[in-house]
């Protein structure tokens, strides 16, 4: 049972670097080339991300470790979903920062949301708290993707995916 509480530690650890890097990894891009960007109405002050962002993961993290304490096969599927779309959440930052391919970001927040949806649905089978606790990921990644439709429309100068 103690093992089965360190996951309320562990799993948000865990989202929390994954943030953490990504930030260390497009920092330069977000200081130099983000505020040259044509952006879209709604944007929010770059200060709301980090915020927001700390959240989200903390809930990603608590979501699994709810259901890894449940173990079993749904908790395996489970976990993988959710590494998944943490993966997907780590290259969108890349994608979009570094490589500034505002289309290849949007197209990985749809895979990002798709998968999202999935882990909710695998979360809620265990613990339905644990699937709603990603309602507000879900619902911030469908922002996002106005925001980063906006930034590809509005900077693209017709370059398709790029």
Not at 124 to 138: H, T
Request: aromatic residues 16%; glycine residues 10%.
């Amino acid at each position: 049972m103690m093992k089965k509480k360190w996951y309320y530690i562990l799993f948000p650890a865990i989202c929390l670097a994954t943030g953490a890097v990504a930030g260390l990894l497009i920092r330069r891009s977000v200081k130099e080339v983000f505020p040259t960007l044509k952006k879209p109405p709604l944007m929010p002050p770059a200060m709301a991300f980090p915020i927001v962002w700390t959240i989200l993961y903390i809930l990603m993290g608590w979501g699994m470790a709810m259901a890894a304490s449940a173990g079993g096969a749904k908790a395996k599927k489970a976990g993988i979903i959710w590494a998944a779309q943490l993966a997907l959440n780590f290259t969108w930052s890349l994608l979009f920062f570094n490589g500034n391919y505002y289309g290849a970001a949007f197209a990985c927040l749809v895979l990002l949301w798709i998968l999202i949806l999935w882990m909710i649905q695998a979360f809620g089978e265990i613990r339905p708290l644990a699937g709603l606790l990603q309602v507000p990921y879900l619902l911030w990644v469908s922002f996002a993707g106005y925001l980063n439709l906006g930034v590809w429309i509005l900077n693209s100068g017709g370059r398709g995916m790029a």
